[in-house]
C-alpha cells in the first residue's frame, strides 16, 4: 500500500501528509491507532481458541491468585467468569478452558473486544480466533491543530486473504486519498477534517454506509434519537442479507 500511494502522501500533492501503519493484532505494538491517518490492523470475529491441558499447566504455575486478580477481574467487559467444569455453557459463541480437574475459566465471546490481555497472560492456553481479517480505523495523529486523537473504525471486519480482499483495502485508501486531498484545509490531518466535517459527510464522500460498529468513544448519553429508526433497520438488514 505504501508503495501504490508513495507519490500521494507527500505534499504538495496532498494537503498535508498522510501516514498508513499496520498492526499484525489488537496488541498494536506500532501505535497505529494514535500514530496514521489509516490503521489496519489484525482481529478476528469467532471465538477464542482455547487448550485445556496448557490452561491447567499454566494454572498449576501460577494459581488462582493471579487468574482472579490479572486475568479474570482484568477483563473491561467482563467476559470471563470461574465456573464449575459441569456448569459452564455449552451456548454458541461460549467457549471455556479447563485450569484443573473441577474448574474452567468461561469466555463470553460475543462480549469480548478483543484487547488480548488474557491471551497476552495466558499465551497458548487462550489464542486468537481462526477466522481472521483487519479492521481498518482513520484519523489517528499526534499534537496538531486539535491536539492528539485516536483513529475511529471505518471498517469493523474485513478479510484480507485474496488478491481481491487486498484490491478493496488498496480501493478503501485511494477513495479515502482522494476524499482527503479534495476536502482538507492546509496543513490539516485526516482526523481533524473528520472533526470539523463530521463523521457521517467523510463516510458519504468515501462510499461508506454507517455502522453501529464504527467506534469514536463510548457512548455517555443515554438518550438516542430514534426518527428514521425503521428505515436504517431495513438497510442493516439488507447489508446482512447481501453479504449472506
Avoid at 39 to 48: C, E, F, M
Avoid at 120 to 133: F, I, R, S, Y
Avoid at 138 to 156: A, Q, Y
Wanted: charged fraction near 25%; glycine fraction near 6%; aromatic fraction near 6%.
Amino acid at each position: 500500500m505504501v508503495n501504490n500511494f508513495l507519490d500521494d502522501m507527500h505534499r504538495p500533492a496532498l494537503p498535508y501528509k498522510f501516514k498508513f501503519k499496520f498492526s499484525g493484532c489488537p496488541n498494536d505494538c506500532v501505535n497505529s491507532i494514535q500514530r496514521s491517518d489509516m490503521a489496519t490492523i489484525g482481529t478476528w470475529r469467532d471465538s477464542i481458541q482455547t487448550d485445556d491441558v496448557l490452561g491447567k499447566k499454566w494454572f498449576a504455575k501460577h494459581g488462582m491468585d493471579e487468574l482472579v486478580n490479572d486475568v479474570i477481574s482484568r477483563c473491561p467487559t467482563k467476559a470471563l467468569s470461574l465456573k464449575n467444569t459441569k456448569d459452564v455453557s455449552t451456548a454458541e459463541g461460549i467457549s471455556s478452558v479447563a485450569i484443573n480437574d473441577t474448574q474452567s475459566m468461561q469466555i463470553e465471546n460475543h462480549s469480548c473486544v478483543r484487547c488480548m490481555h488474557c491471551i497476552n497472560v495466558m499465551t497458548g492456553a487462550l489464542a486468537p480466533g481462526k477466522d481472521k481479517g483487519v479492521t481498518v480505523l482513520m484519523g489517528g495523529k499526534s499534537v496538531l491543530k486539535i491536539g492528539t486523537s485516536l483513529g475511529t473504525v471505518i471498517v469493523p471486519f474485513m478479510k484480507l486473504e485474496s488478491d481481491e480482499d487486498f484490491d478493496a483495502l488498496n480501493q478503501l485508501a485511494q477513495d479515502t486519498i482522494d476524499f482527503f486531498a479534495e476536502n482538507a484545509l492546509e496543513h490539516e490531518r485526516t482526523g481533524e477534517m473528520i472533526d470539523r466535517i463530521g463523521l457521517v459527510n467523510f463516510l458519504e464522500g468515501i462510499g461508506r454506509d454507517i455502522d453501529a460498529t464504527m467506534v469514536l468513544q463510548p457512548r455517555a448519553n443515554p438518550y438516542v434519537r430514534t426518527d428514521g429508526w425503521d428505515e436504517e433497520v431495513e438497510k442493516a438488514n439488507q447489508r446482512k442479507a447481501n453479504a449472506a
